[in-house]
C-alpha cells in the first residue's frame, strides 16, 4: 500500500519568514496530493491540493510543488504569520480525489511573533 | 458550507463496553471515512463507505466495525473497548471526485 512520509515533524520559525514542509510517497500511482491544516482542537481543514497533471500550484501565500519522478511534494508558506501556527498534513491518493487518503505524519508548525 | 458533525468532542470508556461514535453530514456525500488520529503517526483509516450500506476496510480495522444506514450517517462501533483504543477519532465525507470534509472529531479514552 501507499506509505507518506513527512518532515519535519516540528518546525520554527520566525514571522516573516519563509516555512518548507516535504513529504514523499511510496506509490507511483498516487494522483492527489491535498495537504491539510489542523489548528489546536479544531478539525484539519484542506488548504491546498495539487494534481499529478501540474507541477505547481499557489494561493496567496501558501504554495505546492509536485516532483512525479522524485516522488515527493512540498508546501511552503512565505511571510508566515502567528496565525499560521498549526499542525499540517501532507496526504496521498490514487482515486484523483479526496477519498482514500494516506498521511504523512504531520508537521507542528510555530510562528513566533 | 459543508458540515461534518459528530455526536461527541469527549468520550470516556471502561474496556470492555460497546462503543458507538456517530457522524453525521449535511450535503448529500456519497463517501465517508472514519480516521484515527494518533501522534506521529498521522491520521490512519479505519473504515469507509462508498453508499448506503457499502463499507470497505481501511488500513486498521481490527477492533472497529461501521455501519451505514442511510446516507447522511455514519456510525463507528467499537465492539469491545481496548485501553489501545484511546484516540482521536475523525469522521470526514467527500463527494465522489471530490475533496474531503472532517469532522471536529471525537477524544475518546479507555480506562
Known amino acids: 500500500g501507499e506509505n507518506v512520509e513527512q518532515h519535519p515533524s516540528t518546525l520554527s520559525v520566525q514571522e516573516g519568514d519563509s516555512a518548507v514542509i516535504k513529504c514523499t510517497y511510496s506509490?507511483?500511482?498516487?494522483?492527489?496530493f491535498p495537504w491539510y491544516k489542523q489548528e489546536l482542537g479544531k478539525r484539519p481543514q484542506l488548504i491546498i491540493d495539487?494534481?499529478?497533471?501540474?507541477g505547481e500550484k499557489k494561493d496567496q501565500r501558501i504554495a505546492v510543488t509536485l516532483n512525479k519522478t522524485a516522488k515527493h511534494f512540498s508546501l511552503h508558506i512565505t511571510e508566515t504569520q502567528p496565525e499560521d501556527s498549526a499542525v499540517y498534513f501532507c496526504a496521498a491518493s490514487k482515486d484523483n480525489a479526496g477519498n482514500m487518503l494516506t498521511f504523512g505524519g504531520g508537521t507542528r508548525l510555530m510562528v513566533k511573533p | 458550507d459543508v458540515k461534518v458533525t459528530q455526536s461527541s468532542r469527549y468520550l470516556v470508556k471502561r474496556t470492555g463496553e460497546k462503543v458507538f461514535l456517530e457522524c453525521v453530514q449535511d450535503m448529500d456525500h456519497e463517501n465517508m471515512f472514519w480516521y484515527r488520529q494518533d501522534p506521529g503517526l498521522g491520521l490512519r483509516l479505519i473504515y469507509f463507505?462508498?453508499?448506503?450500506?457499502?463499507?470497505e476496510k481501511g488500513d486498521i480495522p481490527e477492533g472497529y466495525s461501521v455501519s451505514r444506514e442511510k446516507k447522511e450517517r455514519f456510525s463507528l462501533i467499537l465492539e469491545s473497548a481496548s485501553t489501545n483504543q484511546t484516540s482521536m477519532y475523525l469522521c470526514a465525507s467527500a463527494l465522489r471526485g471530490g475533496s474531503a470534509f472532517f469532522g471536529q472529531g471525537t477524544r475518546l479514552t479507555v480506562v
Open positions: 506509490d507511483s500511482a498516487s494522483n492527489y
Open positions: 463507505s462508498y453508499d448506503v450500506k457499502m463499507k
Open positions: 495539487i494534481r499529478s497533471n501540474v
